[in-house]
């Protein structure tokens, strides 16, 4: 068995029939040329002729005092693996219908915790793969480069292996310390030892917890964000919303403006989000704070497990003008990272569990609406550059579906991707009414940046 380190634990301890804790991708193919109608039967018999995974696919989870991956023995694929057909007439709006009731439905814990579902009978003879995993095996940018070692620049490479049938690279051995030590004293040396070098980073979050903002804008702390229709406690159902925008007109905004992709795109949710609050006159007078997950996964790190730090932005959503708001946004930003550059990529970790650890007790009591931490997780996790293939099907749109969770009742998820960068919204279907405007309010938001940045 392999321990879970205290950050993966925690998204097992989140977890209950309201709040499942997995994230997804949805894709979108389109079969190679010639294709016959059996290529999606096919695809996923090939797929299934792949029955021994490896780990962390092969593993479940056990609770012995602390959380333990442990190896499945009666493993089955058929339970993982699914081959289903959308309804007629086909369209998106069906696909993102089936997304969202499978999306708000738990994964059995006697199973290791992912799901792979291929969905044929879209009505321009295109097909979609939904796959979800636990956020305990996977952090958003571990979960995309997973998605990615199915796929192959090479339109004509075929027998392409899972990513659950891909042989793992061997786990770096600081990331199992614990569970690597010799004997009990080594044990707690190691512990020691790592408790020591986060603790400038836990150190620094409990002073950002305690202290209050200053009046400068760009100073985004813990609770200081205004209650919303969002901070609210959830349902069990979810509705998922996504679309596409050219990262070449994000960029040049973000070149005339100086500001980053990631910075515009904020701006871009920030505008989105204020129409939707005029719309449902719930706007607050203080502006939206954002919570900003950053990865601090090394290149060559290990592949699975949570390795992330978090960032507060200041979304100005008080302010009409979308030029003032973006700069608002770059300060704010600029602030954070500067903050965060003075820190280890451990000691940025420490300090996001200190500055946002009282967050799962306010979450439970229900002061979330009074006082939240903040008002909404908005997630950027960059993807592949060059087009890919699945079996010589093109992958030509790839979505990110995340995690709402109580007090936080919408959830905003980047994913880039070629030229386009697709904006994933999940939200709680009671909590997040008519969620699909925020399409057309994100859409409008980028143009409205355009003509302010003169673009």
């Known amino acids: 068995m392999r321990a879970l380190s205290p950050l993966d634990s925690v998204f097992l301890l989140m977890e209950h029939r309201r709040q499942p804790m997995h994230v997804a991708g949805l894709q979108l193919f389109t079969p190679p040329a010639g294709a016959g109608s059996d290529f999606v039967r096919e695809l996923v018999e090939q797929m299934r002729t792949y029955q021994t995974p490896s780990p962390p696919y092969s593993q479940r989870p056990v609770f012995r005092g602390r959380w333990y991956w442990r190896e499945d023995e009666q493993f089955d694929l058929d339970h993982h693996l699914r081959h289903l057909a959308l309804p007629q007439p086909g369209r998106i709006r069906e696909l993102l219908a089936m997304t ?45 480069r997973e998605a990615r070692k199915s796929l192959d620049e090479n339109p004509d490479q075929r027998e392409m292996p899972p990513p659950w049938a891909r042989p793992r690279l061997r786990r770096d051995r600081s990331d199992q310390a614990l569970s690597l030590a010799s004997s009990p004293l080594d044990a707690l040396v190691k512990s020691l030892s790592v408790n020591y070098r986060m603790l400038p980073g836990l150190a620094q979050g409990v002073k950002d917890l305690l202290r209050k903002s200053r009046h400068d804008v760009s100073d985004a702390t813990p609770y200081q964000a205004p209650p919303t229709m969002f901070n609210v406690r959830i349902s069990s159902s979810r509705r998922v919303a996504a679309q596409s925008y050219s990262l070449s007109r994000i960029r040049k905004i973000g070149k005339t403006c100086g500001a980053t992709v990631n910075d515009v ?40 497990g949570n390795q992330i730090a978090v960032i507060l932005a200041n979304l100005a959503t008080q302010l009409s003008d979308p030029a003032q708001r973006l700069a608002t946004i770059v300060a704010s930003t600029h602030r954070a990272k500067e903050r965060m550059s003075k820190m280890s990529a451990l000691e940025q970790m420490a300090y996001a569990t200190a500055a946002l650890g009282p967050m799962a007790l306010t979450s439970v009591i229900g002061l979330d609406r009074i006082r939240p931490a903040f008002n909404i997780v908005i997630s950027n996790v960059p993807g592949p550059t060059q087009p890919l293939y699945l079996n010589g099907a093109r992958l030509d749109e790839s979505y990110p579906v995340s995690i709402p969770i109580d007090g936080q009742a919408l959830n905003i998820t980047l994913t880039s991707y070629c030229d386009q960068i697709a904006f994933g919204f999940t939200g709680c279907r009671r909590a997040v009414p008519s969620m699909q405007r925020l ?12 003509t302010a940045c003169g673009c």
Request: charged share 20%.
């Open 265 to 304: 795109a904020l701006a871009m949710c920030a505008g989105a989000l204020r129409e939707y609050l005029l719309a449902h006159e719930a706007l607050p007078e203080q502006p939206l704070i954002a919570m900003v997950p950053v990865s601090v996964r090394a290149a060559d790190g290990p592949e699975g």
């Open 439 to 450: 399409l057309d309010f994100t859409e409008r938001a980028l143009s409205e940046l355009e």
């Open 100 to 144: 969202s009731h499978l999306h708000g439905s738990l994964m059995d814990r006697s199973r290791p915790l992912w799901e792979t579902n291929v969905i044929e009978g879209l009505h321009d003879g295109r097909f979609a793969m939904y796959s979800k995993v636990h956020h305990a095996m996977f952090d958003g940018v571990a979960a995309m």
